[in-house]
């Protein structure tokens, strides 16, 4: 059975920091490419960043470049998003997704808030 679990979601203060992990289970970790998007209320579910299977590629969304950093440990079967000087505007759930070639998997979502 397939699970993509995300946690370390909550509210975080502008400017701090908060990591979120999202351990896979199920299938082959270490083969699929892996991502972490958001959604606000009312908004689109849009890319935040995404990792290569071996790790050696990333990309982010120009909103969160030089903020956010993810990163993956396949011993682990688990991607970590890096959440430093979280804005206001990061508030949504973040999801973690799977993929390769025909296949996606999704999590089921963490909740950040970025409040004073």
């Known amino acids: 059975q397939v699970q993509l679990v995300e946690s370390g979601g909550g509210l975080v203060q502008p400017g701090g920091s908060l990591r979120l992990s999202c351990a896979a289970s199920g299938f082959s970790f270490s083969s699929f490419a892996m991502s972490w998007y958001r959604q606000a209320p009312g908004k689109e579910r849009n890319l935040v960043a995404a990792?290569?299977?071996?790790?050696?590629?990333?990309n982010y969304a120009d909103s969160v470049k030089g903020r956010f950093t993810i990163s993956r440990d396949n011993a682990k079967n688990t991607v970590y998003l890096q959440m430093n000087s979280p804005k206001p505007e990061d508030t949504a759930v973040y999801y973690c997704?799977?993929?390769?070639?025909?296949?996606?998997?999704w999590g089921q979502g963490t909740q950040v808030t970025v409040s004073s």
């Open positions: 997704k799977a993929t390769r070639v025909r296949y996606d998997y």
């Open positions: 990792i290569s299977s071996n790790g050696g590629s990333t």
